[in-house]
């Protein structure tokens, strides 16, 4: 590659990257083409709209890389861990109310970096456990319908980042499609946080106002489960550290921006090149790509947990040959329809 040029040379890599990937099936065919589409951005330095402009928005792919770290997250049992992690300090049970307040911070801290369905079905087992532990689990009890709304709640105030709720990312992409402005992940963070935790605290108020007032209920000095807290596995350890890299590559150029100025030569490579987008995507390759024990597949997430060659749709090639998004291709899936002729999706 000594004969190309420098902006050439990245590009000419993640081909090769892509190509050698594809022939060895190493990592599912679809994965492969995410992960390229990523480092095109993060490696090439190819512009974003250049590189997505094929998806229509980058929308598109945040909302895939974002599913498929909340699946991480499950299959490998992170959420339940982080969660009785929080609720058997003592400071969770200390009255109803904090008990109460800790149980809508975990819904709203999941619920930040996953749709609020899935941080509700997620948390609703750990909960009724909750419950159960407290004695609080029977019918007519006084503590089970302001938890099961402080749940639901929690997860839906989670408005902080723009990966908690499709209607975020929708916005901000209306916004730059209209007026030009791109707002990144740590903007719409300062933005929307303060008013994701003021919803929290008032619908913590009123719950306790409604159902707690003048309600004397007897609590543990530490919860205990029925199932002891096992000690951090390697594929836990390695999914948190993937979300790790994410969380800082959608920060990092916000933290440099603040530090350094806008005009930094560093900040305006961070903010070609760390977009949120190509974050989230970059984040989904890893999650097939990094060895891990104690899984199926030795990685994160297998290719029928992840759902490998359909996630959310696949990315197949439809028509005249152009890779595209097609909510229809199922990349051979009985369950799906193939991809035919003027199927492709609007």
């Given amino acids: 590659m000594s004969g190309l040029p420098p902006e050439q040379v990245g590009v000419a890599a993640v081909f090769g990257f892509a190509i050698t990937l594809w022939v060895t099936e190493a990592i599912p065919l679809t994965v492969t083409a995410f992960l390229a589409v990523a480092l095109l951005v993060i490696v090439g330095g190819v512009s974003q709209k250049t590189v997505f402009g094929a998806f229509g928005s980058s929308v598109i792919l945040l909302f895939i890389g974002g599913f498929t770290l909340a699946k991480a997250f499950e299959v490998n049992g992170v959420h339940e861990r982080i969660a009785r992690w929080i609720l058997t300090r003592p400071f969770a049970v200390r009255t109803p109310a904090t008990l109460l307040l800790t149980v809508g911070s975990i819904c709203l801290l999941f619920s930040l970096f996953i749709s609020n369905t899935a941080a509700t079905a997620m948390m609703l087992p750990i ?116 979300f790790g890299v994410v969380l800082a590559c959608w920060l990092l150029p916000d933290i440099l921006n603040l530090i350094l100025g806008s005009s930094n030569p560093l900040t305006s490579w961070m903010d070609i090149r760390l977009t949120s987008g190509a974050s989230a995507l970059l984040g989904l390759g890893l999650c097939f790509i990094v060895p891990v024990k104690g899984t199926p597949s030795g990685r994160v997430l297998t290719k029928e947990q992840g759902h490998g060659d359909r996630l959310c749709g696949s990315v197949d090639r439809c028509n005249d040959g152009g890779a595209v998004w097609c909510d229809r291709c199922g990349d051979h899936h009985d369950d799906r329809p193939q991809c035919s002729p003027g199927s492709r999706s609007k």
């Fill in 127 to 242: 909960v009724l456990m909750v419950l159960k532990a407290v004695g609080q689990d029977k019918p007519g009890s006084k503590l089970s319908v302001p938890m099961m709304l402080m749940m639901t709640w929690g997860a839906s105030f989670a408005v902080g980042t723009p990966v908690s709720t499709p209607p975020n990312a929708i916005g901000i992409g209306m916004i730059a499609e209209a007026t030009g402005t791109t707002i990144s992940f740590g903007q719409w963070m300062l933005f929307a946080m303060p008013i994701a935790l003021t919803m929290l605290f008032f619908g913590w108020l009123l719950l306790k106002r409604l159902y707690l007032k003048g309600v004397t209920i007897e609590l543990p000095e530490r919860l205990q489960f029925d199932r002891p807290l096992e000690p951090w596995s390697q594929p836990q350890k390695v999914v948190v550290g993937i």
